[in-house]
Nanobody, 121 residues
């Protein structure tokens, strides 16, 4: 079994910051890319940021310069530092990891259960 558990969401005023964390646990051989997605009410899930096992990053245009993704490979964790939050950042944020459970098995994408981020005054 593999579990991804997010934490750090909540209610925050515009302009403030939040830091999301995601821990991957269970039977894991290796993790390739890890990322954060979000889904606002009535909208499709969208990519926020992704980081490779080597540390290369990619961001959605809407969050560039405000959000920073990082990871701790030793702990199988990924983080999302969100600064200068805007009301349009309100969404459920999901952690995603592309990982292998065995050395010989193909990689699969796993998802966390999501954490709510609400930006409102």
């Amino acid at each position: 079994q593999v579990q991804l558990v997010e934490s750090g969401g909540g209610l925050v005023q515009p302009g403030r910051s939040l830091r999301l964390s995601c821990a991957a646990s269970g039977s894991i051989f290796s993790i390739n890319a890890m990322g954060w997605f979000r889904q606002a009410p009535g909208k499709q899930r969208e990519l926020v940021a992704v980081i490779s096992s080597g540390g290369s990053t990619n961001y959605a245009d809407s969050v560039k310069g405000r959000f920073t993704i990082s990871r701790d490979n030793a702990k199988n964790m990924v983080y999302l530092q969100m600064n200068s939050l805007k009301p349009e950042d309100t969404a459920v944020y999901y952690c995603n990891a592309d990982l292998k459970r065995r050395s010989w098995s193909p990689s699969h994408a796993y998802w966390g259960q999501g954490t709510q981020v609400t930006v409102s005054s």
